[in-house]
Nanobody, 115 residues
Framework: QVQVVESGGGLVQPGGSRRLSCQAS????????MGWYRQAPGKQRELVAV???????NYADSVKGRFTISRDNAKNTVYLQMNGLKPEDTAVYYC?????????WGQGTQVTVSS
């Protein structure tokens, strides 16, 4: 069982920045594939960004050039740096850890982009 905990959400003004953190348990963190997803009210959960165990990244078109996913294996943590935030980025952001064919979700952290 892998525990996943997100942090860093909050209220941000349009054009602002925010960094989300996600810590996952386990001594094999370095081989987890990690991803950030988000779900806005009334919408389905969607992929935001993923990073493989080798550090290969992939992003949704809507966030390319604005968001950056990274990982620190020494801290069992993955980050999502969000710049140039827009009101349409408002959502609950979830972290997922993929390991041995299973996906483990955190509880989510709310990001609200509003003036």
């Amino acid at each position: 069982q892998v525990q996943v905990v997100e942090s860093g959400g909050g209220l941000v003004q349009p054009g602002g920045s925010r960094r989300l953190s996600c810590q996952a348990s386990g001594s094999n963190f370095r081989i987890y594939a990690m991803g950030w997803y988000r779900q806005a009210p009334g919408k389905q959960r969607e992929l935001v960004a993923v990073i493989t165990s080798r550090g290969i990244t992939n992003y949704a078109d809507s966030v390319k050039g604005r968001f950056t996913i990274s990982r620190d294996n020494a801290k069992n943590t993955v980050y999502l740096q969000m710049n140039g935030l827009k009101p349409e980025d408002t959502a609950v952001y979830y972290c997922n850890a993929a390991y041995e064919g299973k996906g483990y979700w955190g509880q989510g952290t709310q990001v609200t982009v509003s003036s």
